[in-house]
Every structure is written in structure tokens, then in C-alpha cells.
């Protein structure tokens, strides 16, 4: 995975980029007809019901417009919250807040809505021992909250992307000629580069995960696609060997059966690519 120090930096690149994107030259709507010395207060209002994430965010989206800006908070991210809860009051530069106020909403609301999402399956796995995890399935260039978002709703991260841990698909041990080969190719190139990275190896069938157990070293096998009997069998096969993971096609219908398989993790790219925006809003006021 990781480290703090990358995500922060991934977080502050997409702080960065979104407000290049929005405000280019200027919030020249706000600077047309507000003083630049007025002052104003706002309120983030919620108009749904779920799982409330994105309020540390939207903290450091204030401060990188204006360090000024000073946000009073009511709710904190992972909370639960209906419709008519305040999560916080910013309070500050009228200019200043609106050009924080699309920047803010767009990423809570998708947040939240991944956060209240993951919830649900986190939920439902109650008392299995099993986990959810999400994917690379993720909005491009914003994956770092989205991920962020699913930590907040209780789920757990997999690789955050390429770089921080080696996964062998089909396609990767179709291309390399074989399980064992990809395998054996692998560690030699992490010998060579002199990495530590974590292997998963996806199996598409039994006689696959019996020839992922003949090789050492392998942190997690994916189950991919496996129904629930063969599922069943994977696990007992596997045994303490190595960590197992289920994906492919779970949705809130068929988790707790897949989880009731056994398997260490469930991973879902739906958290994240299948979700409807949390209603939001910035009410403002002059103060």
C-alpha cells in the first residue's frame, strides 16, 4: 500500500487540479459582485440520508483557498445523517467561500455516496469475518478520495494502483505463458529491482489455485468468478496457505453467501463505479 506521505500528496494534486480546473483566472461571477471585503457564512445542509464523507476534505479545500477561512464542524466523516442535518458552517471571505463551494459539494456528495455504499456491505458481512475491499474501478484522477471514502464507510483499500503491490490477472498469465512462469518471471524481477511488493494471482478454476499453491510466496489468491460450491472448495484447498479473495459480479444479493464461503476478502468495484451522489448543499448568508 501506500504511505501517508503519497496519499497526502496524491490529495493535495487533486485539490490542485480541480481548482485549475474551476477557477482558471478567476471566479470572475464572485469578483463581478461581491466586495472583496465581505464576509459571509455558509452551512453544508444535507437533503439525504447516509453515511456523511468528506468533511476533512472539504478542510483542506478551504484552507488551500483561503488559510482564513474558518470551518465550525457539527458532524464528523463516517457519521450517519438524515435529511436537514447542518455538517458544518464555514465562515469567512464571501469570495473565497464560493470559490471553495463546487469543489466541496462535488467531492462529498461522491464521497458520502461511496462511504454509504460500503456501509451497506460492511454491514451485511456482520459477524462473517470476511472483508470488503474495493478496486482500481475508480473515477479517473480522483482516486485517492474515492478510496479515502471507502475507508470512512468501513471497507478496506486493495492496492491503490499499479506501483504498490503485483497482481497476476488472466491476461498477465496468459501473455507470460502460464501461472508458474508469471510466477517465477515475477520473483526474479523483484530480486532484480530489488522491490517488496506483495503478490495476488488471480485463479480462474480448481486446477489453477492447485498450481498457484505449488509456488511459494504468494500473499492472496483471487477466486475470480467462482460460484458458491467451487468457492467453498477453493478455500478448503487453500487452506492457511495464503490469504483468498472473492470477486467478480458480487453485489448486495449474493455477499453474505460468497462470504459465508470462507474467503478472507471480498472485493466490489461497485462501491465505487456504481453509486448515485448524496444530495448536498452550501446555503450562504451575508454576515
Excluded at 130 to 156: F, N
Excluded at 226 to 255: H, M, P, R, W
Aim: with cysteine.
Amino acid at each position: 500500500m501506500i504511505s501517508r506521505k503519497q496519499f497526502n500528496k496524491e490529495i493535495d494534486l487533486i485539490i490542485a487540479n480541480a481548482i485549475r480546473e474551476d477557477v482558471g483566472d478567476g471566479d470572475h461571477s464572485s469578483l463581478a459582485c461581491i466586495p472583496s471585503t465581505a464576509k459571509g457564512k455558509a452551512k453544508l445542509l444535507v437533503k439525504d440520508e447516509g453515511v456523511i464523507a468528506g468533511v476533512t476534505f472539504a478542510k483542506q479545500v478551504f484552507a488551500y483557498i483561503d488559510k482564513d477561512l474558518i470551518v465550525k464542524t457539527l458532524i464528523e466523516d463516517g457519521s450517519k445523517v438524515s435529511y436537514g442535518d447542518i455538517v458544518f458552517y464555514v465562515e469567512g471571505s464571501s469570495q473565497s467561500i464560493l470559490k471553495s463551494e463546487r469543489l466541496v459539494l462535488n467531492a462529498m456528495q461522491r464521497m458520502s455516496a461511496i462511504a454509504t455504499k460500503t456501509k451497506s456491505f460492511v454491514d451485511l458481512l456482520k459477524g462473517t469475518g470476511t472483508k470488503i475491499l474495493d478496486t482500481r474501478k475508480t473515477t479517473p484522477g480522483i482516486r485517492a478520495i474515492e478510496k479515502w471514502a471507502v475507508k470512512i464507510g468501513g471497507g478496506e483499500n486493495h492496492r491503490f494502483a499499479l506501483y504498490d503491490m503485483i497482481m497476476l490477472k488472466d491476461n498477465h498469465i496468459d501473455f507470460a505463458g502460464g501461472i508458474t512462469k508469471a510466477i517465477d518471471l515475477t520473483k526474479q524481477y523483484l530480486k532484480y529491482t530489488n522491490r517488496d511488493l506483495k503478490i495476488i494471482v488471480e485463479a480462474r478454476n480448481l486446477k489453477e489455485i492447485e498450481e498457484i499453491l505449488q509456488n511459494n510466496g504468494i500473499y492472496r489468491i483471487l477466486i475470480d468468478n467462482f460460484n458458491y460450491e467451487d468457492t467453498k472448495k477453493a478455500v478448503k484447498l487453500i487452506g492457511n496457505k495464503c490469504l483468498t479473495e472473492s470477486s467478480g459480479g458480487i453485489n448486495e444479493q449474493t455477499i453474505l453467501q460468497y462470504a459465508e464461503c470462507g474467503v478472507d476478502y471480498i472485493s466490489s468495484g461497485a462501491l465505487t463505479h456504481s453509486v448515485y451522489n448524496m444530495d448536498l448543499s452550501l446555503k450562504g448568508s451575508l454576515i
